[in-house]
């Protein structure tokens, strides 16, 4: 058997969407089972391609010559579909990488979601896609389809009826049903589709092959992806700079977020930095936008591919108007809690629309009253108004149960068509309900609507933050970061231990001195100055404080002696058993802001780095951000910066500014030295650091580093 090759995301898809001819192995003459589905679905829609139902039977099945074996047909088809259970799907594969098959959709189950049996069929369809370079979908998918030349590789009753118009989304979804249904919703509502691909099991073909290869393809203007789970997220990091390189905005619906693999970890770190957190994080990294439901994902999607490429809203302004002040107040909370700024409007603004209606409440929102739809011209003139108002805010217009009257449907139409030719390049956003055809009329002007006040204004936000990540094409470069000999035993050990070797490695650690008898501590107290900081050193005990381990602001020499025997007596009666290796003694800094930072992994991403405020903030809050590592120092200060808590660092009214170019270069420091230790390091943890004033640094005040064998698996 030959190489085994494993392909780039995007490599060797165009049969799925393309192919020019197309065999269907376990082919029925049955339209409603899964054999039949597409042989009918391929004529139905008029394939004009070469269709080979392979059937051991032979015959004829739905008017076309089947075949007994794949081996019998005039031609190597260039995609397979097969349909057999999954006893005989291995051998129908095989059959088909003999035969030269490019690509093969697999709709069967029964495979590594169905048991150890299962796992190993796939495992070896995976073997010989790959050893002969053929494509393989699923198993246990919904296919694929291509709509321009009707490449229907799949069995979805969203095809069952309809064949959708060709146009500009392509869908790209691990779930079958999802995928289908977001199909059924994008062709009720008239809208052209580009490719559907749904991936199941992804034995080969995975999430990023799909979202590469529709980013390059030229009838594809967006991506609707839906995601449960991600198992390679280098190759969806490359597939996802494909997207943002080619300007195709993917939007994903992530769903079944997941936790690192262990209920608690020894470190905050680990329990602060979850799984989705990473992937939000790699998603705004990479230029993806995530979405929070099924319906943002196609209303939001479908706006992006009307306003595309030059109409996107470029800045978090908005004018609003609705009849009834009601809807106004609606509105403008649901805006602002998405982001969205209301500024007033002019005073000539507000005098050209009372000159048309005197009764209107001309404020943001604007208050128009119902007289705004008496007829088509005085309507034209108020969306004018708010359109000249300002050269870059979107205009957004409620509609209640205007579209149900067709007298009223006829107004807005009409002054809506005139509004589009008058200022082909501004943007109108129509919340509304109403009959599908009516509906369809508004969004071939190019006018996106949205279904509630509440979709809107996410639908507002999101559309402004993929304006701003088109505005760069660039992807993320990672700083290069080269791995390292082994850390020496002590980094593990304890807190001491651990200081010691990022000390060596360049981070700020104030001087500390660990003692193992009272006379020691006092000795080191002297010779560092008060106040000073006492501190168990115990590997049993990676949290402190809580076995009343710590003994803070100690100011003389007696208080010194008194903490030390405390601190024995403390741990003593909290943790009997936990071997104390000693007394921490450091100075007590104070005079600043705490942050706390680390290092946890994900086993998908490998390791994270996490920033986020110390103290009670983190937890109490979950005041933190995270990313995959290395960062560079400009990437971590975007990360400080987006705390909730960051005005406080920032020097909140009148306060002192602290050091954030100091942390931000610490947490990149930490984020590479992480990355270079990768296979002995599982998590580290220093909380707190202290942030001192702008130009004076940090220091980190606490630390403990887990090695990998120490983690559950």
Request: with cysteine.
């Amino acid at each position: 058997m030959s190489e085994p090759i494993h392909r780039a995301p995007g490599e060797g898809m165009d049969v799925f969407f393309h192919a020019r001819s197309m065999a269907v192995i376990g082919a029925s003459s049955e339209i409603s089972k899964i054999g039949g589905r597409p042989i009918h679905l391929l004529r139905k829609y008029g394939y004009s391609g070469s269709i080979y139902p392979i059937n051991p039977k032979g015959g004829e099945i739905q008017g076309l010559k089947a075949y007994t074996c794949l081996a019998d047909t005039p031609e190597a088809p260039e995609l397979a579909v097969i349909a057999v259970p999954a006893q005989h799907a291995v051998k129908a594969l095989r059959d088909c990488a003999t035969r030269g098959v490019k690509a093969v959709v697999v709709l069967s189950s029964g495979f590594s979601e169905a048991g150890p049996t299962g796992m190993q069929w796939q495992a070896e369809m995976t073997d010989i896609a790959r050893s002969h370079g053929m494509r393989l979908l699923g198993p246990n998918c919904l296919g694929s389809l291509g709509v321009a030349n009707k490449v229907i590789g799949s069995f979805s009753v969203a095809l069952e009826d309809h064949m959708p118009m060709p146009g500009g989304i392509g869908i790209v979804s691990q779930s079958g049903n999802i995928g289908s249904y977001t199909l059924q919703i994008l062709v009720q509502r008239g809208v052209g589709i580009s490719a559907m691909l749904t991936t199941g099991n992804e034995a080969d073909v995975d999430l990023a092959d799909g979202i590469a290869a529709l980013a390059c393809d030229p009838h594809t203007r967006v991506i609707l992806c839906c995601m449960e789970t991600c198992r390679d997220g280098n190759r969806l990091r490359r597939a996802l700079d494909i997207a943002r390189k080619n300007k195709t905005p993917v939007f994903v619906l992530k769903i079944g977020a997941t936790e690192l693999g262990q209920a608690a970890a020894a470190s905050h770190t680990g329990a602060l930095a979850g799984s989705d957190d990473v992937i939000d994080a790699v998603f705004r990294r990479h230029g993806a936008l995530r979405v929070g439901s099924h319906e943002d994902l196609v209303e939001i999607g479908l706006a992006a591919e009307q306003l595309l490429p030059d109409r996107l809203p470029r800045t978090a302004e908005a004018n609003l108007i609705a009849a009834s002040g009601g809807f106004c107040i609606m509105m403008a909370d649901a805006m602002s809690s998405a982001g969205i700024d209301l500024p007033p409007l002019s005073q000539a603004t507000q005098d050209r629309i009372h000159a048309v209606l005197p009764s209107a409440i001309t404020n943001n929102p604007l208050d128009s009253s119902a007289q705004i739809s008496s007829k088509p011209e005085t309507l034209l003139e108020v969306l004018s108004s708010l359109h000249e108002d300002s050269g870059a805010r979107v205009t957004i217009l409620f509609q209640s149960l205007a579209l149900y009257s067709s007298r009223l449907r006829g107004i807005y139409i009409e002054a809506m068509t005139a509004l589009r030719l008058r200022y082909p390049q501004r943007v109108l956003i129509v919340i509304s309900r109403g009959p599908d055809d009516a509906l369809k009329q508004i969004r071939q002007l190019g006018i996106p609507v949205f279904s509630t006040i509440d979709a809107a204004a996410r639908g507002m936000a999101g559309l402004v933050k993929l304006s701003e990540l088109l505005a760069s094409t660039v992807p993320y470069e990672s700083p290069t970061v080269v791995k390292q000999d082994s850390l020496p035993p002590i980094a593990f050990q304890n807190e001491y231990g651990a200081k010691k070797v990022l000390a060596e490695a360049g981070f700020d650690i104030p001087v500390e001195r660990q003692v193992s008898s009272l006379d020691e501590a006092v000795e080191a107290a002297q010779a560092m100055g008060f106040p000073v900081v006492l501190k168990v050193v115990s590997k049993d005990l990676p949290h402190k404080t809580e076995a009343g381990g710590v003994a803070l602001n100690l100011s003389h020499t007696e208080a010194v002696r008194a903490a030390y025997g405390r601190i024995l007596s403390n741990v003593s009666q909290h943790a009997p058993t936990a071997r104390v290796e000693g007394i921490l003694v450091a100075p007590m800094l104070q005079g600043g802001i705490e942050l706390i930072a680390g290092i946890s992994r994900d086993p998908v991403f490998g390791p994270v780095v996490m920033i986020g405020m110390g103290g009670i903030y983190a937890e109490v809050l979950h005041d933190v951000c995270v990313q995959v590592a290395p960062v560079s120092e400009q990437e971590a200060l975007k990360m400080i910066r987006s705390l909730r808590l960051f005005p406080l660092l920032d020097g909140v009214r009148g306060q002192t500014p602290m050091d954030q170019q100091a942390a931000a270069s610490l947490v990149a420091k930490l984020s590479e030295f992480a990355c270079r230790y990768s296979d002995q390091v599982a998590e580290i943890d220093l909380n707190p650091i202290l942030v001192r004033p702008r130009g004076e640094g940090v220091a980190v005040l606490d630390a403990l580093m887990i090695p990998m064998h120490e983690k559950s698996p």
